[in-house]
Structure formats: structure tokens, C-alpha cells
């Protein structure tokens, strides 16, 4: 069953800006850190951006000072705000979420449990 939702993908032109959002379906993931990997076509799935609490966020470095991620805990949602989104930010973007990350495996995406289905992300040039 589908236990994190993602929406808010689109098309969008080259230094536009968009917000994915994700959340819970069927149960909850307090306590969890979540975070966002993108996947583009014949590429790896990457990691982009991790909430892990409210203090502690990572970024990718193709995304850092266009990227933000922030979480309404109350509702165990998590948000990815794009700015300058450029062409090869084009991908398949993918919510994710684990209790047991650590500062050498979290941005790998094997280590995460949870996963959403993927919201795309389209940047005309």
C-alpha cells in the first residue's frame, strides 16, 4: 500500500519555482526523517534533500541555495521548495522516509524503508 504521497510536480520554464509536498497515507512517520531523491531517465536515482530534524537538514550541492526542504511535523509532511529550477533539474522526484539514518548512509537510497511513487518534475529551457 502507498504510504507517502508526493504532489505538486509539473512543467515549469528554466528559473521558475515549484513545491513538492509529501505526505503520510496510512499511517505515520513521527520520529522519522524524510527527505527527497530525484531519478532523470537512464541515470541512478540521486539524493537531493533530508529533513532529519529541525535543526539538522542536508542538501545536495547541485541544489544548495535553490533548494529548501522544511517539514510540518504536526502533520508529518514534508516540503521541497525549487527556485532557479534549471534543465537538468528534470527528473522523477521521489519522497522518502527512515528512523535509522546515519551522517554516512543517509544519502544513499538504499538505506531508506519508506518511498513514495514519484512526482515529475519537467524545466523547459
Known amino acids: 500500500q502507498v504510504q507517502l504521497v508526493e504532489s505538486g510536480g509539473g512543467l515549469v520554464q528554466a528559473g521558475g519555482s515549484l513545491r513538492l509536498s509529501c505526505a503520510p497515507s496510512?499511517?505515520?512517520?513521527?520520529?522519522?526523517?524524510m527527505g527527497w531523491f530525484r531519478q532523470a531517465p537512464g541515470k541512478d536515482r540521486e539524493f537531493v534533500a533530508l529533513?532529519?530534524?529541525?535543526?539538522?537538514?542536508y542538501y545536495a550541492d547541485s541544489v544548495k541555495g535553490r533548494f529548501t526542504i522544511s517539514r510540518d511535523t504536526a502533520k508529518n509532511t514534508v516540503f521541497l521548495q525549487m527556485n532557479n529550477l534549471k534543465p537538468e533539474d528534470t527528473a522523477v522526484y521521489y519522497c522518502?522516509?527512515?528512523?535509522?539514518?546515519?551522517?554516512?548512509?543517509?544519502?544513499?537510497?538504499?538505506?531508506?524503508?519508506?518511498w513514495g511513487q514519484g512526482t515529475q518534475v519537467t524545466v523547459s529551457s
Open positions: 529533513w532529519w530534524s529541525g535543526i539538522t537538514t
Open positions: 496510512g499511517r505515520t512517520f513521527s520520529g522519522y526523517a
Open positions: 522518502a522516509a527512515d528512523r535509522f539514518l546515519t551522517s554516512t548512509n543517509y544519502y544513499k537510497s538504499d538505506t531508506y524503508d519508506y
